[in-house]
């Protein structure tokens, strides 16, 4: 239908609004526009309109006029008031008629014709209309308490299920649920019972005054047992639990008995009890949807619970990884300091040598009684000293701060440097084997854990050095890349076998004879790079050499 179709109703004496399912207003005529003036939907004038007849109100919602018409899936004629101020008001009647998506609404004044009495037949017809609407009464009434009750129930379920998805454990999901139906059902005693045997025990209650009650025992017929395993809500006449309640309560308690399930089975249920009879019968699907929604949180909770379990076993166990880690890291450790131990020996016996050679001859000086005329010869010893002494002094030191075990914080440190004091600490390594090229670029400081660091480059250099036989060449380079610190480590020695290369980061896995590598050092290397979110790599050609880079992030 399209508005050139609307014109017919020029021709009527009504009021005519044509309008869509949702109150739009598609088409008025003349009179209609003159009396109500130009509107684009039913919500600008519903307030004017009033009429007991149609509407259905309660303190939750209410239902105008116009949203009867636009609800109402049948024709219909009815009377309203029309009134736009204190002393201007209207009787119109109104008939509704459907065609398809359109609603097609016709109002007359009818203010002078009721008031005066004129049209006979037309009272005639509006007495016939009125007496079936008298007939109608009780239907509409059994209709607005339908009405009102499914928007009782609705706004209950509603909150209900809102506070049982806020239940993130099985304990407060049972207080909520327990405050809940109490509150549905009028009951004077609300309690959660954990189902094992037909001999159930008291677990949580409504009100402190029912408090003594927890841990007491309930029994449950075969019936009431039967039927709530089979997730089914039972109420019943319980004479047992009426006798249990103060005098005034004694005339016939209602048990309801609502299932807990756990998705399988049923772990418990909750128990209400009240006198109000008819609640319980208006409530009872209410309940049964309310028991379902209870399962599923329960799954829920359960869920979250277990989840909670696992996330603190798993907790503790990466805490126990991260201490055999950091164990065995230090093992490690240990190990490469025992390798050196040999090569520090050799580097300290050198200048203690120079130094024992110095005193004998300063004895033999002082026994003669020639010191003052070798006292060139004395200075000279004694510079020869000074120097063989903090040459001592500084490998003491290069060992004291490599052996950092206990170091475990993250602090800031200048890459070169410690490059510089692991290349001091194999020393032993590289003299008079290998050129060692350093290709150092200017580094920020990089907050790292220092110790753990010197281990991966211990271990890269020993290992450089190892793969050279003879005379050789070690380039170390430093750069920062972007947000990242570089450290590449290149020999030229004998390159890693391609069967090798898959598995040099494994545990266990070495090239060295027995007793001369463990097989931890580029495992260990690996994971103390990994802690430090960066990575390691490496290129290598067999007979060419290896080159391992390393890249921290630095920013």
């Known amino acids: 239908m399209i508005n050139q179709d609307f014109d017919i109703f020029e021709k009527l004496d009504d009021y005519i609004f044509v309008a869509s399912q949702n109150g739009d207003i598609l088409f008025q005529n003349t009179l209609c526009i003159k009396f109500f003036g130009k509107i684009k939907n039913f919500n600008k004038i519903k307030h004017y309109f009033e009429s007991s007849l149609c509407v259905i109100a309660s303190d939750r919602f209410s239902i105008s006029f116009t949203d009867l018409i636009l609800a109402s899936s049948e024709n219909f004629h009815s009377y309203c008031t029309y009134q736009t101020s204190t002393d201007e008001y209207y009787d119109l009647s109104v008939d509704s008629y459907r065609y398809g998506d359109f609603i097609v609404v016709a109002f007359r004044d009818e203010t002078q014709n009721l008031v005066n009495m004129i049209r006979s037949e037309q009272l005639s017809s509006l007495q016939k209309k009125y007496d079936k609407l008298l007939d109608n009464v009780g239907k509409i009434n059994k209709l607005k308490e339908d009405a009102q009750q499914h928007a009782l129930q609705t706004a209950l379920i509603n909150r209900v299920f809102a506070k049982i998805r806020k239940s993130v454990d099985k304990e407060n999901l049972i207080k909520t649920v327990i405050s809940e139906v109490h509150e549905l059902l009028g009951s004077y005693k609300t309690y959660y019972v954990e189902l094992r045997s037909k001999d159930c025990k008291i677990k949580s209650v409504n009100s402190p005054e029912f408090k003594s009650s927890i841990n007491s025992k309930v029994i449950f017929d075969d019936e009431t047992l039967k039927?709530?395993?089979?997730?089914?809500?039972?109420?019943?006449?319980?004479?047992?639990?009426?006798?249990?309640?103060?005098?005034?309560?004694?005339?016939?308690?209602?048990?309801?008995?609502?299932?807990?399930?756990?998705?399988?089975?049923?772990?418990?249920?909750?128990?209400?009890?009240?006198?109000?009879?008819?609640?319980?019968?208006?409530?009872?699907?209410?309940?049964?949807?309310?028991?379902?929604?209870?399962?599923?949180?329960?799954?829920?909770?359960?869920?979250?619970?277990?989840?909670?379990?696992?996330?603190?076993?798993?907790?503790?166990?990466?805490?126990?990884?991260?201490?055999?880690?950091?164990?065995?890291?230090?093992?490690?450790?240990?190990?490469?300091?025992?390798?050196?131990?040999?090569?520090?020996?050799?580097?300290?016996?050198?200048?203690?040598?120079?130094?024992?050679?110095?005193?004998?001859?300063?004895?033999?000086?002082?026994?003669?009684?020639?010191?003052?005329?070798?006292?060139?010869?004395?200075?000279?010893?004694?510079?020869?000293?000074?120097?063989?002494?903090?040459?001592?002094?500084?490998?003491?030191?290069?060992?004291?701060?490599?052996?950092?075990?206990?170091?475990?914080?993250?602090?800031?440190?200048?890459?070169?440097?410690?490059?510089?004091?692991?290349?001091?600490?194999?020393?032993?390594?590289?003299?008079?084997?290998?050129?060692?090229?350093?290709?150092?670029?200017?580094?920020?400081?990089?907050?790292?854990?220092?110790?753990?660091?010197?281990?991966?480059?211990?271990?890269?250099?020993?290992?450089?050095?190892?793969?050279?036989?003879?005379?050789?060449?070690?380039?170390?380079?430093?750069?920062?890349?972007?947000?990242?610190?570089?450290?590449?480590?290149?020999?030229?020695?004998?390159?890693?076998?391609?069967?090798?290369?898959?598995?040099?980061?494994?545990?266990?896995?070495?090239?060295?004879?027995?007793?001369?590598?463990?097989?931890?050092?580029?495992?260990?290397?690996?994971?103390?790079v990994e802690k430090h979110k960066g990575t390691i790599t490496f290129k290598s050609k067999e007979g060419k050499g290896t080159e391992f880079v390393v890249k921290i992030p630095c920013k």
Do not use: W
Request: glycine share 6%; with cysteine; aromatic share 2%.
């Open 227 to 528: 039927t709530v395993k089979e997730h089914k809500i039972y109420a019943s006449v319980c004479l047992k639990e009426s006798l249990d309640s103060n005098e005034t309560l004694r005339r016939g308690t209602r048990r309801v008995v609502i299932p807990m399930s756990d998705g399988k089975k049923t772990i418990g249920a909750i128990v209400s009890l009240t006198v109000q009879t008819t609640v319980v019968k208006a409530n009872f699907e209410l309940l049964q949807t309310i028991s379902e929604q209870l399962t599923g949180a329960v799954i829920r909770t359960l869920l979250t619970e277990n989840i909670k379990k696992q996330n603190k076993k798993l907790q503790k166990t990466l805490e126990e990884l991260e201490k055999t880690q950091l164990q065995l890291i230090n093992s490690e450790k240990l190990a490469s300091l025992g390798q050196l131990v040999a090569g520090v020996a050799h580097e300290i016996n050198t200048p203690l040598a120079s130094i024992n050679s110095n005193n004998e001859m300063l004895k033999r000086i002082i026994d003669k009684g020639k010191l003052s005329e070798s006292s060139e010869i004395v200075k000279e010893l004694n510079a020869i000293d000074s120097v063989a002494v903090n040459r001592i002094s500084n490998i003491v030191k290069s060992l004291k701060k490599f052996v950092r075990l206990d170091e475990a914080e993250q602090q800031p440190a200048d890459i070169n440097k410690e490059l510089d004091l692991t290349l001091q600490l194999i020393n032993h390594e590289v003299k008079n084997k290998v050129n060692v090229v350093r290709d150092y670029a200017e580094l920020p400081l990089v907050n790292c854990h220092v110790n753990m660091l010197n281990q991966v480059f211990m271990n890269l250099l020993v290992n450089a050095c190892h793969s050279i036989k003879s005379n050789g060449e070690i380039i170390i380079k430093t750069r920062v890349n972007k947000k990242y610190l570089v450290v590449s480590i290149k020999d030229n020695g004998c390159g890693i076998p391609d069967k090798n290369k898959s598995k040099i980061f494994n545990v266990g896995f070495t090239t060295k004879g027995i007793g001369a590598g463990t097989g931890f050092g580029l495992a260990i290397s690996k994971k103390i």
